[in-house]
């Protein structure tokens, strides 16, 4: 314990004394400390953003197919949906799209609060039942969630309420695709998991929503399907069965949740790997940078290993002080860059990386960036800071450390 006691404290004597090679080092490792996590925060966020987004979404979406592209699906594929496929116990239809508030882009979705006596009839003879609890994926803060009977309401994320000032009560105005401006009245406001549900939905009656975009009484945008709740491995196989049925009707498409995930995942992942190249190379830059200030700083400190030879340092404990070196700068650099991406990501909003990150989703109103800084992030960050130096340094090290301790010290006063 000694021993090491020593060598850290030389070490650390040798980073103060070396100090250009210090900065020059910890400069570049910061940078590509800093930017990884910076990146990788984000994405985690995002992809962790996307999973609570779908945490309540349907276990299967049908859309209309015509031409290749999504249209408009008939409600009269419920019962299509409902007799082709066993060990369905929720299904409800859904209208959704886009509107303005003000400068802000809307999301605006028509939920099923309460469905036709007739449909229910229909839904109970071919072993369906039409009961999705919109409260639980959309939470309530304030008010009272929407009322069936009841047309002209809406309910509001809490970032949308924020962005416009309103609360219950308030009278809110949306344009729609046609130039006409509606007005509905604010009943409550929710606070979902999901930021990005808070940040820009509003909730209407599925009337309303037909209504605001002009949706034919026997269409809608999709129709929501939930199998039977079972444990996980056995509901993937459900999900599968029920999907394999539906798809054997004409013109629908059929996707599932994990077919989302996936897809929400492999966006961010492609978006955050492109900033990774330019991180590899600027950790490649960094391994030169350290292996040619090792090679230096060997260059300068020959006559001073010499002299810790002849006093009994052994080869191995002049590689250790340099490796303890390079982990105490690595471990450095991985501290500040961590606090670097922390502070770029939270406090300044990410400037550039958001918009790169988020796409076209910037059109959307603002909201926080999602940031999740897990272990599996923060241990890779302190890898990529000090395993690299570790390599960089090891070979110039042992070069110098070897070296005859009489030919160190004539080469180094000559």
Same mark, same amino acid.
């Given at each position: 314990? =000694?021993?090491?006691?020593?060598?850290?404290?030389?070490?650390?004597?040798?980073?103060?004394?070396?100090?250009?090679?210090?900065?020059?080092?910890?400069?570049?490792? /910061?940078v590509?400390?800093?930017?990884?996590?910076?990146?990788?925060?984000?994405?985690?966020? *995002?992809?962790? !953003?996307?999973?609570?987004?779908?945490?309540?979404?349907?276990?299967?979406?049908?859309?209309?197919?015509?031409?290749?592209?999504?249209?408009?699906? +008939?409600?009269?594929?419920?019962?299509?949906?409902?007799?082709?496929? %066993?060990?369905?116990?929720? #299904? %409800?239809?859904?209208?959704?799209?886009?509107?303005?508030?003000?400068?802000?882009?809307?999301?605006?979705?028509?939920?099923?609060?309460?469905?036709?006596?007739?449909?229910n009839?229909?839904? $109970?003879q071919?072993?369906?039942?039409?009961?999705?609890?919109?409260?639980?994926a959309?939470?309530? !803060?304030?008010?009272?969630?929407?009322?069936?009977?009841?047309?002209? /309401?809406?309910?509001?994320? =809490?970032? &949308?309420?924020?962005?416009?000032?309103?609360?219950?009560?308030?009278?809110?105005?949306?344009?729609? !695709?046609?130039? @006409? #401006?509606?007005?509905?009245?604010?009943v409550?406001?929710?606070?979902?998991? %999901?930021?990005?549900?808070?940040?820009?939905?509003?909730?209407?009656?599925?009337?309303?929503? $037909?209504?605001?975009?002009? #949706?034919p009484?026997?269409?809608?945008?999709?129709?929501?399907?939930?199998?039977?709740?079972?444990?996980?491995? /056995?509901?993937? &196989?459900? &999900?599968?069965?029920?999907?394999?049925?539906?798809?054997?009707?004409?013109?629908?498409?059929? &996707?599932?949740?994990?077919?989302?995930?996936?897809?929400? !995942?492999?966006?961010?992942?492609?978006?955050?790997?492109?900033?990774?190249?330019?991180?590899?190379?600027?950790?490649?830059?960094?391994?030169i940078?350290?292996?040619?200030?090792?090679?230096?700083?060997?260059? @300068?400190? =020959?006559f001073?290993?010499?002299?810790?030879k002849?006093?009994?340092? +052994?080869?191995?404990?002049?590689i250790?002080?340099?490796?303890?070196?390079?982990?105490?700068?690595?471990?450095?650099?991985g501290?500040?860059?961590?606090?670097?991406?922390?502070?770029?990501?939270?406090?300044?909003?990410?400037?550039?990386?958001?918009?790169?990150?988020?796409?076209?989703?910037?059109?959307?109103?603002?909201?926080?960036?999602?940031?999740?800084? +897990?272990?599996? /992030?923060?241990?890779?960050?302190?890898?990529?800071? #000090?395993?690299? *130096?570790?390599?960089?340094?090891?070979?110039?090290?042992?070069?110098?450390?070897?070296?005859?301790?009489?030919?160190?010290?004539?080469?180094?006063?000559?």
């Amino acid at each position: 314990m =000694k021993r090491f006691k020593n060598l850290l404290n030389y070490a650390l004597n040798c980073i103060q004394r070396y100090r250009l090679r210090t900065a020059v080092i910890l400069i570049c490792l /910061t940078v590509a400390a800093s930017s990884f996590s910076a990146v990788a925060f984000m994405s985690d966020g *995002l992809v962790r !953003e996307g999973a609570l987004s779908l945490k309540y979404t349907p276990d299967l979406t049908i859309q209309g197919i015509q031409a290749g592209r999504q249209t408009l699906i +008939s409600t009269s594929f419920v019962n299509s949906i409902l007799g082709s496929a %066993s060990g369905i116990s929720v #299904i %409800s239809e859904r209208i959704w799209g886009y509107g303005n508030v003000g400068n802000a882009l809307i999301v605006v979705v028509g939920v099923d609060v309460g469905n036709a006596a007739t449909i229910n009839q229909t839904s $109970r003879q071919l072993g369906g039942y039409f009961n999705v609890d919109q409260t639980a994926a959309y939470p309530l !803060e304030s008010g009272k969630f929407l009322d069936p009977q009841l047309n002209g /309401t809406v309910v509001i994320g =809490k970032g &949308v309420a924020e962005l416009l000032g309103a609360h219950v009560g308030t009278q809110l105005s949306i344009l729609t !695709e046609s130039n @006409e #401006i509606k007005q509905y009245t604010i009943v409550g406001i929710f606070n979902s998991e %999901s930021s990005i549900y808070n940040a820009d939905m509003i909730l209407m009656n599925l009337n309303d929503a $037909r209504a605001f975009f002009s #949706i034919p009484d026997d269409k809608v945008t999709d129709i929501m399907v939930y199998v039977t709740p079972v444990d996980a491995q /056995t509901k993937t &196989v459900l &999900v599968n069965e029920v999907a394999r049925a539906i798809s054997g009707l004409p013109n629908c498409r059929v &996707v599932t949740k994990d077919v989302l995930l996936s897809a929400q !995942e492999k966006t961010y992942g492609d978006r955050s790997g492109f900033f990774s190249i330019v991180w590899y190379v600027i950790l490649i830059a960094v391994a030169i940078i350290a292996f040619n200030q090792t090679v230096v700083v060997g260059h @300068e400190s =020959k006559f001073e290993v010499g002299l810790l030879k002849a006093l009994g340092f +052994s080869t191995s404990d002049i590689i250790q002080v340099r490796l303890v070196e390079s982990l105490v700068l690595g471990t450095l650099a991985g501290v500040i860059g961590l606090t670097v991406g922390i502070l770029f990501d939270v406090v300044l909003g990410a400037p550039v990386l958001r918009d790169f990150m988020l796409g076209w989703a910037n059109l959307y109103p603002g909201f926080p960036v999602p940031v999740y800084i +897990s272990a599996q /992030t923060v241990l890779f960050t302190f890898a990529v800071t #000090i395993v690299p *130096l570790l390599f960089a340094t090891v070979i110039p090290s042992w070069l110098n450390a070897t070296v005859d301790p009489d030919i160190s010290m004539r080469g180094a006063r000559a």
